[in-house]
């Protein structure tokens, strides 16, 4: 570690992110890897400073790892993964002497709590219930589609089920049917069930400190889990103002002093916007790689000043650009499933390779020919990244791939 | 501004909007921790790969090697040590199922390339290294250079475009003189072979006298055989020597007299038997002679034997008419053609004097013609050009080749047809040449080709001779539609396909190595037996083969690895001459010449191979083979022969293509 500012901040990462770790190496601070056992050779090979820490469940050990970076001179711990939120929470509590964090931390976990605590502060949700079993599931489906006036026979308006604590699209299951409710797995019990929106819906990536925000993103799914990209539209940036405003509120409901929140809304065809779930950690499908594109800041290093208590206005000014007009182009990237039932191998659709906005792709060669059956909205496999100068174009680009085959 | 150029500069476009990618995909790369690398290397591999596949792409990559190299682009790989490297391994990397591997290994010889021209400097690789290096590179690829697809290229498709595409590139920059040596025993070799299709030959010896002219070379062995060559195709006579251009060329044969005429004659037929070439010269100088009144210069011309003298004194007309029509600056190839076919005698079978008048006078029509203009351009007629492929076949049967189309059982039919039956060629070009269709008949079933879906050619191949060209697609469907009648038969169709596509001299049973159903040998040993009493000498009552016998072969690679079926005719069984007793067959691959592993290696020359055979001893031979026909009444299996005979076959066979294949008992 050399070029690292002693006077600045001494932060712990919480989890193993290889693309986390290289950005924050790059970094003026000084840092620690919090990850498991296994990376430790890895991280002796590479000059990675490493704790070695085992994240399966919280207990009184959280006080133990607290206090060893606590002697280590750590100032605070930025988790990186949905599941090491609450030991960020934990770990900030003894670092920082705030135990509200921990409590904080565990609204974040707990996608029911978070919710009900979100509608009391005054903030539109959906309907939603808690389910322990199937049996909640059916009731909350018959329950939602009485109250939308369907007969019997009728089909079903949707609901969706997920998992309490799991992240993104992970455990996100839509149900229609009876039948999609026998095929929920024991284990993603208990779980949040919630009407469906139709709407515009977008995720939210905003840099907070001092309960201010420094750098808010508006990311525009085109289809959720499978496309999203940064700068948004203009017509859902002209949202920009309403959407500042929920932040704040999310800001004060959640009582968050510093840090980085991901939340999700829907903006509904009667122009309401709808809270869906926030997460305090970074978002899934590499959106900080697309705001990296788009504007050049490395949203890593970002989250890095945010939750440093060290870091001084100056730096935050002279770190984030100006939103939207700041941006170089649009950038995105469309999440690749394959499409056939068999598949021997990897072949970028020639149209996508010719086009002036595809950059590359980070997709793996099928390993297996068997396409396993899309349950929850499962994992793709790897990402395909396109960067042009008109949102419009890029959205529609992005919603056509999920026409083509990458994998014949 | 035309189509042409607007795509080349859409071509432009796309290049400079890929080539700031590529420096942002390079420039995440760099910042990246050592331990990062990798997760940024694929991104630039991404950009590449399509980059080197754009016309000037390579130039690209070139200039940003060293970049790349220094950015990281090869840490944790092998590539990361360039001194370790093996240019043996170069080929099959750039044909690597992986498009990342490819660009990975398109990126390294960029760098390699960098440091031999003094671009760009390595602490592991001096500049010397990285061009010995490239030479031996392009001298273990030079097939890949000069583009005779083989079976396992073309299975290759647009993997091997691209390893073509960076071969070349190199060989633009490093030069072929290094590697002329290799290049010029590789053009003889290719030569013997005596394929009716040239172009490819003749590019190798134009590329040789660039190379000759630009740089020289030391005298000796090697620089005799290239001007051999370089002298056949541009001055082979002593009044072409300098390569004076044809007007001046013709004036020059204008004012000599006859002594110096007959020189020129025989220089040129001495060149054309000499390397199979026709020199544009020749084809200038034949045209000339058919208004030369004095004397007949055309039998010297064209090095007639006793045979060709002969039909040349009794149908002199038809073969100055043959000439008129067929030899032509675009068609010098003709002349080598007519001689061969005259020296078979062929003319002296009864119905080819009418078939070739016929031939002669006829005209091509629609999408026939559009196919021969499509394939050969618009020099000279397509009914030239036709004229021409059908002399070049008549006279050369085993000079039929497949391009690169997956059609070997119609190219196949085509040169036994050549060899055994020229006349019912000519009826079948006729029959395709002016009514667009074929009718054949399969077991008392009338077939019409032009009622019949697209076999495996598509619309039939436009790399390949005239013949071939107006023929092939019609005979694919016609051997597809044959295949269809034969569904629900058990075993394998070539049964009864066979002897119904070519003709009765098909033996009418057919042996099978494999079962058809499940892919596994049954009955080997027996099929074995089998062949060795049907076509070897010694224990088939010393019977030579009478007419080309189809076969089915399975094709391995250098490594033994199976590449797929082929089919070839068996032309004779014979002793070479060391005693040693070898198969000669027909493979309608553009070069027989291939090494099929484990030592069984395609001969072409040097064992007693007549012009277009190859050649494997006998054993060798069978243990590739999978199919072959027998007379189904002379059913004695062999039982005489000797076991460990029959089991050395066997075990070759084992270890190569029925590596999989032995049955589960």
Known sequence: MTDKNPDKGYVALLGWSLNAIDAVDRFDRRYVVVAPPWAEEYCQQNDIPFV????????????????????????????????????????????????????????????????????????????????????????????????????DGDPNDPIHFKAFDKSGTAGHRVIRTPEDVDNIPDEEFPALLESHLDGWEFAVEAWIKNGKIEFLNISEYVTLGYSVFVPATPELEAHRERITEEIEKLIEVFDIDFGFIHPEYFLTNDNKLYFGEVAYRPPGFNALELIERAYGFNGYQGLVLAFDPKTTQEELDAFFPKEVVDAKGHAGCFGVYPRRRVVSRLEIPEETASHPFFEFHELSDPREQKVAKRSAFGTHWGLAYFFGDNAHDLRDLLKKQEELDYYV | ???????????????????????????????????????????????????????????????????????????????????????????????????????????????????????????????????????????????????????????????????????????????????????????????EQRSIQVGVV??????IAVALNERGTEPGSTRLGAERLVSALFGPTSASRDDPGLAVYIERISIADDSGLSREAMGFARAMHDTGLVSDYHAAFLTWALDHEERPLIPEALGLGSTGLDCWRHYRGLIEKLIRSAVSPATPQAAYGLAMLLDRGILHHTPMVPALERQLSLRLVGAARERIAIGFGPGVPPETQLLAGVLQVLGQPLGVGQGANPTCQSARAIAMWALNDPDYLLHLVTQVAEFDTLQMQFEGSPINSADLPAGLAGAGPIDADPVSVLLVAHLDRIYAEMGRLCAGRPGDPHTWINPQFHGWWVSRDCAVAVDVATGKLAGYEDFLRR?????????????????????????????????GWHAISILRVAEDQSGQMRVYFYNPNNDSGQDWGNGVVVSTSGHGERYGEGSLKFEAFLSRVYLFH?????????????????????????????ADRWPET
């Not at chain 2, 027998?630 to 029925?658: C, F, M, T, Y």
């Open chain 1, 52 to 151: 070695p820490w085992d994240f399966d469940r919280l207990n009184e050990r959280s006080h133990e790892l607290a206090h060893t970076l606590e002697d280590m001179g750590v100032d605070v711990a930025i988790p990186i993964f949905e599941e090491t939120v609450e030991w960020a929470g934990a770990v900030n509590a003894v670092l920082l002497k705030n135990p509200r964090l921990l409590g904080q931390a565990m609204l974040f976990r707990d996608k029911s709590l978070m919710k009900r605590r979100a509608q009391l502060g005054g903030i539109r949700v959906g309907v939603f219930e808690e389910a322990h079993d199937r049996g909640d599931v059916i009731r909350f489906l018959k329950r939602v589609n009485q109250t939308l006036l369907k007969l």
């Open chain 2, 1 to 191: 501004m035309s189509l042409k150029e607007a795509s080349a500069m859409d071509d432009e476009a796309a290049l400079i909007r890929l080539s700031g990618t590529l420096d942002m995909a390079i420039e995440r790369l760099e910042r990246a921790r050592p331990f990062a690398k990798s997760r940024y290397q694929r991104p630039v591999l991404d950009v590449l790969g399509r980059i080197i596949a754009q016309p000037g792409g390579l130039d690209m990559v070139r200039q940003r090697a060293e970049r790349m190299d220094a950015a990281g682009l090869f840490a944790g790989s092998d590539w990361d040590r360039p001194e370790v490297l093996l240019p043996q391994l170069v080929g099959n990397t750039l044909v690597s199922e992986d498009p990342a591997f490819q660009a990975l290994e398109a990126a390294n010889l960029a760098r390699f390339l960098a440091v031999a021209d003094g671009e760009a400097r390595h602490s592991n690789l001096h500049q010397e290294g990285a061009r010995h290096f490239l030479t031996q590179v392009l001298a273990l690829n030079l097939k890949d250079l000069f583009g005779v697809p083989d079976e396992a290229a073309r299975a290759l498709g647009a993997r091997q475009d691209v390893k073509r595409r960076v071969v070349t590139y190199i060989a633009d920059h490093v030069g072929l003189n290094d590697v002329l040596s290799v290049l010029v025993s590789e053009i003889w070799r290719l030569l």
């Open chain 2, 202 to 207: 003749k590019d190798m010896i134009a590329q």
């Open chain 2, 531 to 563: 062949f060795f009493a049907a076509y070897h000498p010694e224990h088939n009552g010393g019977r030579p083969l009478g007419h080309p016998q189809p076969a089915g072969i399975a094709v391995t690679d250098a490594q033994q690895r199976f590449v």
């Open chain 2, 630 to 658: 027998d007379e189904p009444l002379r059913s004695q299996h062999g039982q005489d022969i000797p076991g460990n005979v029959i089991g050395a076959v066997s075990e070759k066979a084992i270890a190569s293509w029925a």
